[in-house]
């Protein structure tokens, strides 16, 4: 109930099943996300660090999509965006981190 998936899938959702997909938390999962990028010296690889779970408590994850979501925003039906819609894999800007 509380999967990403199920939160994309179902707009229509009352009050009672909001409370409970609060009550059951957001989903951390590992998600395997990684991209090289080319510096002007070498090249370096970034991976995802289940970490970023603590550092930002508003995020979630999906495995079905191997991408990152606003749980809150998916929760409460926030604006569209990528962290509602797409979901996100690379460094992205949300409302909260401003």
């Known amino acids: 109930m509380n999967s990403v998936d199920f939160l994309l899938t179902n707009k229509d959702i009352t009050y009672e099943i909001r409370t409970e997909i609060k ?5 951390i999962p590992d998600l395997i996300i990684s991209k090289t990028d080319v510096g002007k ?4 690889s970034r991976h995802f660090n289940s970490s970023v779970y603590d550092r930002f408590k508003w995020l979630c994850g999906c495995p079905k999509r191997n991408k990152l979501f606003c749980f809150i925003c998916l929760v409460m039906g926030g604006n ?3 962290w509602t819609q797409e979901g996100c894999v ?4 949300h409302k909260a981190t401003a």
């Open 23 to 27: 009550r059951l938390g957001r989903p």
């Open 80 to 82: 569209r965006s990528v």
């Open 90 to 93: 690379g460094k992205g800007r």
């Open 41 to 44: 010296s070498r090249n370096y």
